[in-house]
């Protein structure tokens, strides 16, 4: 839609021709969330993708995602064969209600800044690790777990004029095995819940629950746990915190999340890959 509040749209090709950060300000991603519904209170766009950041950067010390790199780049990533974690790549940019549209233009930062429980990118980042580089404005930087960085549904640490820049995802995180279930209450809707669960070569099992829960949660065991045990570390820690709203009622989200959970440790406990 039209953003008819807007009276400036800036365009850097680099950090230092950023604009200084002002009230009415918002920087602009894919856009797919920012020209969706009206945005009243904006009036002035500072554009990412002028900047030219490259979308992809695998090295040995793991996978540099841009934060402009849009979900089309990342679903096309061919991984070294060692990166046996990789397929989760393609699974979690197929978990979005998107069209052909959405696909092509929204960008991993975007889907991370809006910090919705359905951001299939945060589940993604947080499951493998993920660490968000953030550029203070002016100068300076700082890093954050993503699994910290999300409080809530469009609630997050990021503070006012303070840029997604990167998110790293570690070697160690990629070199897992991984098991991935997701559900919607509708063909191809918003997801309900999307749990991933990873196991390292030592036997260390991490669980990362989200879209079922207003922020991510993630339950770490230093062995493959029982499912009772596993369950019911799940609904200790989540404290009833269960997502509600037209994407699925807090019980039918605790169900799946607990059932799926059952689903992953059988999966990563059978030695399939
Ligand atoms: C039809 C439709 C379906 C959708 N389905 C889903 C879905 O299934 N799951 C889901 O999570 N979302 C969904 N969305 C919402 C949205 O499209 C996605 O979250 C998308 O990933 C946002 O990315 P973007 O690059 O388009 O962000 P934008 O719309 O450009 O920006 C979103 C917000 O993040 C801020 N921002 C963006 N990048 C940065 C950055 N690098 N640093 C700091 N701030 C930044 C912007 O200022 C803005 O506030 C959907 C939207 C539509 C219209």
Same mark, same amino acid.
């Given at each position: /839609?039209?953003?008819?509040?807007?009276?400036?749209?800036?365009?850097?090709?680099?950090?230092? /021709?950023?604009?200084?950060?002002?009230?009415?300000?918002?920087?602009?991603?894919?856009?797919?969330?920012?020209?969706?519904?009206? &945005?009243?209170?904006?009036?002035?766009?500072?554009?990412?993708?002028?900047?030219?950041?490259?979308?992809? &950067?695998?090295?040995?010390?793991?996978?540099?995602?841009?934060?402009?790199?849009?979900?089309? #780049?990342?679903?096309?990533?061919?991984?070294?064969?060692?990166?046996?974690?990789?397929?989760?790549?393609? #699974?979690?940019?197929?978990?979005?209600? $998107?069209? @052909?549209?959405?696909?092509?233009?929204?960008?991993?930062?975007?889907?991370?800044? /809006?910090?919705?429980?359905?951001?299939? /990118?945060?589940?993604?980042?947080?499951?493998?690790?993920?660490?968000?580089?953030?550029?203070?404005?002016?100068?300076? #930087?700082?890093?954050?777990?993503?699994?910290?960085?999300?409080?809530?549904?469009?609630?997050?640490?990021?503070?006012?004029?303070?840029?997604?820049? $990167?998110?790293?995802?570690?070697?160690?995180?990629?070199?897992?095995?991984?098991?991935?279930? &997701?559900?919607?209450?509708? *063909?191809?809707?918003?997801?309900?819940?999307?749990?991933?669960?990873?196991?390292? #070569?030592?036997?260390?099992?991490?669980?990362?629950?989200? $879209?079922?829960?207003?922020?991510?949660? &993630? @339950?770490? @065991?230093?062995?493959?746990?029982?499912?009772?045990?596993?369950?019911?570390?799940?609904?200790?820690?989540?404290?009833? *915190?269960?997502?509600?709203?037209?994407?699925?009622?807090?019980?039918?989200?605790?169900?799946?999340?607990?059932?799926?959970?059952?689903?992953?440790?059988?999966?990563?406990?059978?030695?399939?890959?």
């Amino acid at each position: /839609m039209d953003l008819n509040t807007i009276n400036a749209i800036e365009r850097p090709t680099s950090r230092d /021709m950023l604009p200084t950060w002002r009230a009415g300000d918002a920087y602009l991603a894919g856009g797919t969330w920012l020209f969706s519904e009206p &945005q009243n209170k904006l009036t002035r766009l500072i554009d990412l993708s002028t900047l030219g950041w490259e979308p992809l &950067q695998a090295n040995d010390k793991g996978l540099e995602i841009a934060a402009t790199c849009t979900i089309a #780049q990342l679903d096309t990533f061919s991984a070294p064969p060692a990166w046996i974690a990789s397929p989760l790549i393609g #699974q979690c940019c197929r978990a979005f209600l $998107a069209s @052909f549209k959405i696909w092509n233009v929204a960008t991993v930062g975007g889907n991370i800044c /809006m910090s919705l429980p359905a951001g299939p /990118m945060i589940s993604l980042t947080t499951a493998l690790d993920g660490e968000l580089l953030l550029w203070a404005p002016g100068s300076g #930087q700082r890093r954050m777990r993503v699994a910290d960085f999300v409080k809530g549904p469009v609630s997050n640490e990021l503070r006012p004029g303070e840029i997604a820049r $990167a998110i790293h995802l570690p070697l160690a995180a990629l070199t897992r095995r991984t098991a991935f279930r &997701q559900v919607s209450l509708t *063909n191809i809707g918003r997801s309900g819940a999307l749990i991933i669960g990873t196991l390292d #070569q030592k036997g260390a099992f991490v669980l990362t629950v989200t $879209a079922s829960t207003p922020k991510p949660y &993630q @339950f770490r @065991f230093d062995a493959l746990p029982g499912g009772n045990e596993l369950t019911a570390r799940i609904d200790s820690g989540i404290a009833g *915190n269960w997502f509600d709203d037209i994407h699925g009622l807090p019980a039918w989200r605790r169900d799946m999340t607990l059932h799926f959970a059952r689903e992953i440790l059988a999966e990563l406990g059978g030695g399939a890959r």
